[in-house]
């Protein structure tokens, strides 16, 4: 499964917060019943991220095949494990955020929720937008040719 898109939504009073019918469509496929959970925790910067159970599932398999020095694996699944909450989406297709993680990630209600292939993230409004355009900016050839990103040549065009 992989998450697209930038999504302009409001975390509610109760800290809920609306996920598109689109990727609940998406979340639903992967779902092995009728409801649908995932994984949320804190992320990079101020942010929080949204993961499927199954890609949850997945990045804990992966890292015991880590080489990472293992205090510092260690340290990192003591955070990440400790900090993580299984949430469900509800029937209007919201999910509660918890209250310990927003205080940290320090977002105000005006977010957006960005795929991000694997994951979603929630990061403030402002601040991804001014993000965005700072690195539109400062790197306009980030968004290369996947050919190149991959280290693969771009094929020669033909000749018109």
């Known amino acids: 499964m992989v998450f697209t898109g930038t999504y302009e939504h409001t975390i509610d009073g109760k800290n809920r917060l609306a996920i598109p019918a ?4 998406q979340l639903k496929e992967e779902s092995d019943g009728s409801n ?3 994984y949320v925790t804190l ?4 942010a929080m991220c949204l993961y499927t ?3 949850f599932e997945q990045r804990a398999d992966e890292l015991d095949h880590s080489e990472l020095d293992p205090d510092q694996l260690l340290s990192y699944e003591r955070l990440m494990f400790s900090l993580a909450r299984r949430v469900e989406v509800d029937k209007q297709g919201r999910i509660r955020l918890p209250d ?5 990630a320090k977002l105000e209600p005006e977010v957006v929720l960005i795929g991000v292939k694997d994951h979603m993230e929630i990061r403030d409004r402002e601040s991804w937008q001014a993000h965005v ?3 539109l900016d400062l790197q306009p050839q980030i968004l290369m040719n996947p050919r190149r990103a991959m280290g693969r040549p771009t094929p020669p065009r ?3």
């Open 22 to 25: 689109e990727l609940r469509a």
């Open 53 to 55: 159970q199954r890609r």
């Open 158 to 160: 033909a000749p018109k």
């Open 43 to 46: 992320g990079e910067g101020q």
């Open 36 to 38: 649908v959970f995932l």
């Open 100 to 104: 310990n993680l927003l205080k940290m």
């Open 133 to 135: 355009k700072q690195m």
